[in-house]
């Protein structure tokens, strides 16, 4: 999948189309595991328990501790100022500039890949939350007592978070895209809008507090946070413990807007992927029907391409209501409202399917790049050599086509193997029955089939 | 019921792979560059923008990636991915890409100053 139209500009090398006799095999053990498991799979729940084992009390006070939490806070503050000034001072070429490389890459794609592996890695990083909680510190300090904030509206939930999530993408794929018309995305408007986020969440976190913000409004803390929760170490009240894979994830939804957090992950990719593949031919009948009533170019684009992502955020969202609506038809099934909610984590492992299977390669390519040349050159104006890497080239032999399709495959179908897990795991606790779990699941699974099939489109469709 | 699922499953699986390989043995469409024999020119307008829009050409890993590139006006012709520029002299002129397709992908080859993509290459295993 491929032209990413952002990551286009960064990425010399896109990924080929796979080859239809893959699709064919992969759908093909995409059903069959599907009603094998459906068939076989266990009849009490495994994944409710987290099963935590707590690290060491002097482990727990090491990694808690304020030193190495003052260190990483530190370390996401710096490297945000970094982004912020070499888009802002350095060159203008994409692909030369740290700031969007380390924004759209090291940090988009790295925090979800290896989150989703040891748990939420992004939490001590966060630039905002050590900024935030070192201001509540000092005013702590200074004025004697904790600051105040407001409560925060329950009823938002996390749709701040899935709106920010949205905004963001928007800006990577719809303001910075580069085909039809060339609107190339800039590094310094993506340090201003870097700026401008800052100080927004650095709002929001004086009104209703750090860590509620983080959990619920702060965009990256919810997104990355929400792949963590398929991660094997976890923490709370100050006590690190590895846990049961994907086990932490089965809370995760409960929050309101949390199943938008997910939808607009899964339709975001989506987006991206067929925007000059599947959708372009669509895409360009809307966009020259803008223009020949007068819209400019860039605009009529950025209208079109923003109806088509919140299309898809439409769809997806459509798909995954009509199986729980599906569910609701089982006998002794729980309210529409809890079910939508009660399920939506199992959408988790699907979103990240997605992300490695569409960017795995963009994000190989891409770290050659951010630990090379840009790490000893940030602002690109080739007369820096801070480590003596600058000449660093990106080795795009490093994957072949092949590997990159039997990785993108390997992704969408093990992404489908734990959503389905996850889904017969939920059933179980609001279905005792295991047979009337088991009819519950015909739904979930047509709509883990939907998305994988429709996942593996994607990656054969070629690009335009 | 156990039984009837794991049927049911079956048999989708054998429509769809059915049904995949009736849909993908219409062949492909792409145009190889090797296929004709001779060299491909792109043609550039005086407006930047390449005749009869973005060329597809695609070659096999090991094949010799060969193509022409005759532009009217100063500019820099890029090979993205093999990383090879080229520049157009003044008042116009023509430069031709002669290498062999070491890596697979696909790659975009554009005029710089334009930053107008012209070739839409493809190398396959």
């Keep these: ?464 | 019921m156990n039984k009837r699922t794991a049927l049911i499953g079956a048999a989708l699986a054998v429509v769809a792979v059915l049904l995949l390989i009736v849909l993908s043995s219409g062949g492909s469409d792409s145009n190889s560059a090797t296929d004709a024999g001779k060299v491909p020119t792109i043609v550039v307008d005086k407006e930047g923008h390449p005749v009869g829009g973005i060329a597809d050409l695609t070659y096999r890993k090991g094949d010799q990636i060969h193509f022409e590139v005759k532009v009217p006006f100063e500019e820099e012709v890029h090979l993205h991915g093999y990383d090879v520029a080229k520049e157009i002299p003044k008042g116009g002129g023509t430069v031709t890409y002669d290498l062999p397709a070491e890596i697979e992908g696909e790659f975009e080859a554009e005029l710089e100053g334009h930053k107008e993509p012209i070739i839409d290459l493809k190398v396959e295993p």
């Excluded at chain 1, 000893?376 to 007369?383: E, I, N």
């Excluded at chain 1, 490093?398 to 590997?403: C, E, G, K, M, Q």
Aim: aromatic share 16%; charged share 15%; with cysteine.
């Design chain 1, 1 to 464: 999948m491929t032209i990413l139209p952002f990551a286009h500009a960064l990425a010399s090398r896109q990924d080929l189309p796979i080859p239809a006799w893959l699709f064919a095999w992969a759908a093909s053990i995409v059903l069959i595991v599907s009603f094998f498991a459906l068939s076989a799979a266990w009849r009490k729940p495994q994944f409710e328990d987290e099963h935590r084992r707590p690290f060491s009390e002097r482990l727990s006070g090491t990694l808690l501790g304020l030193p190495v939490q003052a260190l990483c806070g530190a370390i996401g503050v710096f490297l945000l100022g970094v982004t912020i000034y070499a888009g802002l001072r350095g060159t203008e070429a994409p692909d030369r500039n740290f700031a969007l490389t380390f924004i759209f890459a090291t940090c988009w794609l790295g925090f979800p890949f290896f989150s989703a592996i040891f748990g939420d890695l992004f939490r001590p990083f966060n630039p905002w939350r050590a900024l935030g909680r070192a201001t509540g510190g000092a005013f702590r300090a200074i004025a004697g007592q904790r600051p105040a904030h407001l409560a925060y509206p329950e009823r938002l939930g996390r749709w701040p978070a899935a709106v920010g999530l949205l905004a963001f993408v928007w800006i990577e794929v719809v303001y910075g895209r580069t085909s039809i018309v060339s609107v190339d995305i800039e590094p310094h408007a993506v340090a201003i809008a870097a700026f401008v986020y800052s100080v927004y969440t650095l709002a929001m976190m004086t009104v209703f507090g750090v860590e509620k913000w983080c959990d619920r409004g702060e965009a990256f803390s919810v997104y990355f946070g929400m792949f963590g929760r398929l991660g094997i170490f976890g923490a709370r009240e100050g006590r690190p413990y590895r846990r049961r894979p994907f086990s932490a994830a089965t809370s995760w939804a409960l929050v309101p807007g949390s199943a938008a957090v997910v939808i607009a992950s899964i339709a975001a990719t989506s987006f991206d992927g067929a925007q000059d593949g599947a959708f372009k031919d669509a895409i360009e009948s809307v966009f020259n029907w803008f223009t020949d009533r007068g819209l400019a170019l860039t605009t009529g684009l950025r209208l079109t391409d923003t109806i088509f992502m919140l299309a898809t955020f439409a769809a997806v969202a459509a798909v995954y209501m009509l199986g729980v609506r599906g569910m609701r038809t089982v006998p002794g099934a729980p309210s529409f409202k809890e079910l939508r909610t009660g399920f939506a984590h199992t959408l988790i492992p699907i979103a990240l399917a997605y992300l490695v299977a569409h960017y795995f390669s963009f994000f190989v390519f891409q770290e050659q790049a951010q630990f090379g040349y840009l790490l000893s050159d940030p602002l690109g104006t080739g007369h820096t050599d801070l480590f003596g890497t600058v000449t660093n080239e990106v080795d795009y032999k490093l994957l072949s086509a092949n590997a990159i399709w039997y990785i993108q495959v390997g992704a969408l179908v093990v992404g489908h193997v734990i959503g389905l897990m996850l889904a017969h795991d939920r059933s179980l606790v609001y279905w005792p029955d295991y047979r009337k779990a088991t009819a519950s699941q015909y739904w979930m699974l047509a709509v883990m089939v939907a998305f994988t099939c429709f996942g593996l489109y994607l990656l054969s469709v070629a690009n335009g």
